[in-house]
């Protein structure tokens, strides 16, 4: 009797079947997961999910954390008006939605509307504008909702003044003040970058306040037109959370400094002439520009950005690494410049750190201060702080 029997018809391969890849043959992806939602996912910032559209992760991040498809749907089983997500950085609605396909390695990110403090809500439309910070672990909803809720005072609408006040609109930061007293010359357009040759003979304020509104109008631009003295310093500073110098004469950065200090706020520190740039950050208790300077100069010996000029992007480069150092502080993130001064040669594209310690004999941050109120800053440093002829800033 013959007992072989004919082989089996080969059946389709794996590849061929109509039933679709098994939950082990589905793509593989990182899903980002917001402080809101992490209680449903043991607190991880991040888990990994399987699907072949984005439909399907989130029916596989339910089958592993139940309930987490409830938090985005709504009654009819669509994603929430309030709820964004993301493909790489690109919003759904921009790709094929629910069905937006997924391959091995792709990071998806689930964000929802926030709200947050009496003030503070964050809509759709701020969920999509601030999405690139959103998806950062080390930002994420709750480091935005601190940006927001945040407010820096610039000393300064020119050339430093410009790229930071920008970056920090950009940003979302809440409140941002700008201090100047000058109005738009054609010869700042080569650097100050908030301002246009529509706005020549405007109010460096107004000016800076239209072109940060039209960048983020969810901010609150407040303007103070008038020069800082030891007069106004302290109504002006104390409003702030943070104080950014971008004045380009030495009484006015003395002023700001010892004001700053007094008044217990971090100060970011930024200057430029010519090809070289400088920034550090001072935190009160940790050194301030005393430390660094203890006296100014004689009148004349250091000229300024309009006596022997300055390259234009050299205040984008300088005026960025404030806005980093504001962002580090208000996030409370990374190693800010405190205690160090960044240097930087564009000639030569290097830069150097140097370390800065805090003066113990230090008239005003150091162990026995003399200094507890604003001085005469005009005395202090040989020459008047400048007015509407010599703007701040460069």
Known sequence: MDTHRAAPEPGPAASETTHGPTKEEAMSVSVYIPTPFRHLVGNRASVKARGDTVRDVIS??????????????????????????Y?????????????????????????????????????????????????????????????????????????????VAL??????VGKVGIVDFDVVDRSNLQRQ???????????????????????????????????????????????YDIVVNGADNFATRYLVNDAAYLLR???????????????????????CYRCLYPAPPPPGMVPSCAEAGVLGAMCAT????????????????????????????????????????????????????TISELIDYEQFCGAPIPHAAAPFGG
């Open 318 to 369: 300088i005026g960025s690494i404030q806005a980093t150092e504001v962002l580090k502080l208000i996030l409370e993130i990374g190693d800010p410049l405190v205690n160090r001064l960044l240097l930087y040669d564009a000639l030569s594209l290097e830069t150097r750190i140097v370390k800065v310690r805090r003066d113990p004999e230090c008239p005003l941050c150091g162990d026995n201060p």
């Open 87 to 163: 493909v790489n950085q690109v919003e759904i609605e921009n790709l094929q939605g629910e069905s937006t396909p997924l391959k091995n390695g792709d990071e998806l990110a689930v964000i929802p509307a926030l709200a947050g403090g009496a003030q503070t809500v964050m809509t759709p439309e701020m969920v999509d504008r601030y999405s690139r910070h959103l998806i950062m672990p080390q930002v994420g909803s709750v480091g935005q909702r601190r940006i927001m809720e945040a407010s820096v005072l610039i000393i300064g609408a020119g050339g430093l003044g410009s790229p």
């Open 167 to 172: 970056y920090l609109a950009l940003a979302g």
């Open 193 to 239: 970058i908030l301002h246009v040759t529509d706005s020549i003979g405007v109010p460096k304020v107004e000016s800076a306040r239209r072109t940060l509104l039209s960048h983020n109008p969810h901010i609150d631009v407040v303007t103070h037109e008038e020069p800082i003295t030891s007069d106004n310093a302290f109504r002006i500073i104390e409003g």
């Open 60 to 85: 596989d991040l339910d089958s592993q954390f139940p309930g987490f498809r409830a938090q985005l749907l709504d009654p009819q089983g669509h994603l929430a008006q309030h709820i964004n997500v």
């Open 265 to 287: 706020k971090p100060l970011v520190d930024g200057s430029i002439l010519m090809f070289d740039g400088q920034a550090t950050t001072y935190i009160p208790g940790k050194g």
